[in-house]
């Protein structure tokens, strides 16, 4: 299921546009707080009787407040638990959540021990299960090109071991394709084959899809990424993003693929998305 995501910086004239179009062709929403207002924002979007609607809400939670890896810090903890308490005000029970901060080396997996990730994984679980919220660990790397922590093979130890520990009844993973893009050597291709073998294992899984020139995480949306032929800065063993999208789009269908990128092209870049995905209707 495609979606769109809404920033709580956004004109609420816009917000409820988009929210309209979700309704009427059975979109996903992820909510960004991103900025300063939440009260305010929340207060005019549960006002949208489309928005109360939907039933594929989710929430990213704020990377810059709180990581799994902090968690153990009472700082940090408190924050989540404070937007998991916005996002009940919202009506969302689910979102993405950043396993590190991505220019932290200090903070990244390769300083990690089994038993200290099994330790936050038990956390987030713990929070998760207490407040009945599913989360999202999304694949964040370093930002440094081409780091050889930034490896699908390292990365893989975090849903390898939510799935050894049984918990993912409450956590699953979100792929970002301009993750992948931007600071990794491996192809999108590896990480959706990886992504396919842990839904077949029983994790939930969602998607963040924007593109960029394999430099920067430019969050372009298919449609500039095609007019502009940043296909040609692809892995070797990848296609145009929107083929990969139309390929493995009913392999996906019941999953949330947010087209990750600005809202102000977000109506007319979905509907050129649309367009291209074969079996969209089926």
Not at 38 to 50: A, G, L, M, T, Y
Not at 136 to 151: A, G, L
Not at 229 to 257: A, E, T
């Amino acid at each position: 299921m495609l979606g769109f995501k809404l920033f709580n910086s956004d004109p609420i004239e816009l917000i409820n546009e988009l929210i309209l179009l979700a309704h009427e062709d059975n979109l996903a929403l992820e909510i960004a707080l991103y900025k300063d207002n939440s009260d305010e924002f929340i207060n005019k979007v549960i006002q949208n009787p489309f928005y109360t609607q939907n039933k594929n809400k989710s929430i990213h939670f704020n990377y810059n407040k709180h990581v799994v890896n902090n968690l153990k810090e009472e700082k940090h903890y408190k924050n989540l638990l404070t937007e998991i308490v916005q996002a009940k005000k919202l009506l969302i029970n689910k979102g993405v959540i950043h396993y590190q901060y991505a220019g932290n080396t200090k903070t990244h997996l390769e300083n990690l021990t089994y038993d200290a990730l099994k330790h936050n994984l038990v956390l987030l679980y713990e929070i998760a299960k207490e407040h009945n919220v599913f989360f999202y660990i999304e694949n964040t790397f370093i930002y440094k090109r081409h780091y050889f922590m930034n490896k699908l093979e390292h990365h893989k130890i975090i849903w390898d071991t939510v799935l050894k520990l049984g918990f993912e009844d409450y956590i699953g993973i979100c792929l970002d394709w301009g993750h992948v893009k931007a600071f990794s050597k491996d192809s999108l291709t590896s990480w959706i084959d990886y992504a396919k073998d842990l839904k077949q294992k029983g994790m939930s899984i969602y998607m963040h899809i924007h593109d960029n020139d394999s430099l920067k995480d430019l969050h372009l949306s298919l449609k500039e990424s095609y007019d502009g032929k940043y296909y040609l800065n692809n892995h070797p063993d990848d296609k145009p993003y929107i083929y990969i999208l139309n390929d493995i789009f009913n392999s996906f269908k019941d999953n949330i693929l947010i087209l990750e990128y600005k809202s102000d092209i977000a109506k007319e870049h979905y509907f050129w998305t649309k367009s291209k995905i074969i079996n969209y209707f089926q």
